[in-house]
Structures are given as structure tokens and as C-alpha cells.
């Protein structure tokens, strides 16, 4: 874990990071501050309008390396690092899911997605309230303005539309556990203690039914980890990509 000054860890190895729903390159910004990594890539799901598109940029941004790739998705980009990984296992050297389950989602979710669907289509989604977007991040930061301006800047800059298409691109989705369980790579679970979209019990039994995987919990710290705490992703990710 080599670092190029006190407060900067650098990465050797390429890495491709995959954004959340309603998330840009600013979901990484304040992680990326403590890391040098020289080859680098992103994955602009905002761009695309369905799976198939989805798929399509993130197989290109692999497309970037000659050498295996180190996957870091957060959330919903951590399910779609996971099928990127899948579809190109030779070329995967790891996989990195922050806050992010690998598997189907609850039918109650579902049912959720579909109304906020209606709502968008309809044109009467106001967006986030206060509530909702404090909910994302551990409670000792709901009067960390700065870091929820974050959140809502990218809500207000990407919009419903981006939004409604990352819904249904990714609401069907399946349980990768299974076949993620025989890949040879290894996979790095990591996730916020105060994480109210998934829950410890639920990464726990994710992680244990693969073998090939290692599991941290990070304290004060919502499903936001990435913003909240940005020094301590980047150490753990230079950690883990050597």
C-alpha cells in the first residue's frame, strides 16, 4: 500500500469504479483525493438508457486495460460491476461492493420502484425530501451540509429522467451469489454500520455464502460511505488492490 505523500495512497493496478443510481463522478471525488491511480476509468451509467447500454459502457471502459481490472461499484453500481465482472471473468482481477447486495430485489422495493415510476411518468415526482436524503447517511452527519449538497446537487443535475431509467433497467434483476461464489477473483464487501438500504445481517449472509470474500463494516457511516468517509475507503481500496 504504497503512498505518494502522508494523506495520498497510490494504486499501480487499473481500477474501474461504477457509480449508484443518481450518481456522477462526484459520488467518488473525495475518495479519489486520497488515491493516485494513474490507470483509472468510470463508468457513466447516467449515460446510459437501458441494460443493454449499461453493459455497453461498462464492457468499453474494460476495454481501456490490457491487464486484469480491478471492479469498485457502489450500490446499484456495485450489482452492475458484479454482472460486468461475470461476463468477463478472465479479465477481472477483483471486486469491490460498497453498500451494494448482489442479490433480487424484495418485492416491497419493487412495488416502491414501480410507483416512483408512475409518479415521474406522470410528472409529479418533487424529488428527495430532507427526510429521504438524510436517511442515506449516518446520523451524525445529517448537519454535515456539505456532504448532503453532494447528493442533492447530482439528484438536481442528472434529474427524473435518469432516474426513471436506471429504475427499470435494473428492477428485474436475479441473485448473482451463486455464480459470483465460484469466480476465482476475490470480492471485497464493504458497507456503512448505519446503512438503511441494506442491512448487517444481510451482508453478512452475502458474505458468507461467498467463500471467496472478506467483509467490513465502517463505522460512522450511512450508505453514503464514499462521502462520509472518503480517507478510509481510499486506504481500504489501496488495501485491497495490489
Partial sequence: MPKTNDTTYQINQPVVFFPGALCDERIFNLCWQYLDIPMRAFVPLQWAEDLAQIKMLSTDRLAYFEQPVHLVGFSMGGYIAALTALENQSGIASLTLIGSACEELPKDEIQQRQQLLKLIKNKRHAGMTEKRLK????????????????????????????????????????????????????????????????????????????????????????????????????????????
Fill in 135 to 242: 436517511s442515506f447517511f449516518h446520523e451524525s452527519h445529517h448537519q454535515q451540509n456539505e456532504y448532503l449538497n453532494i447528493v442533492k446537487q447530482m439528484e438536481q443535475d442528472l434529474g427524473a429522467g435518469v432516474l426513471a431509467a436506471q429504475i427499470s433497467a435494473t428492477q428485474s434483476r436475479k441473485s448473482l451469489l451463486c455464480v459470483l461464489s465460484k469466480c476465482s477473483f476475490p470480492i471485497h464487501i464493504i458497507s456503512g454500520e448505519q446503512d438503511n438500504l441494506l442491512s448487517e445481517s444481510t451482508l453478512r449472509s452475502m458474505h458468507k455464502q461467498l467463500t471467496n470474500s472478506d467483509l467490513t463494516i465502517v463505522e460512522n457511516a450511512g450508505h453514503m460511505l464514499p462521502i462520509e468517509q472518503s480517507k478510509l475507503l481510499a486506504e481500504y481500496l489501496a488495501s485491497k488492490i495490489e
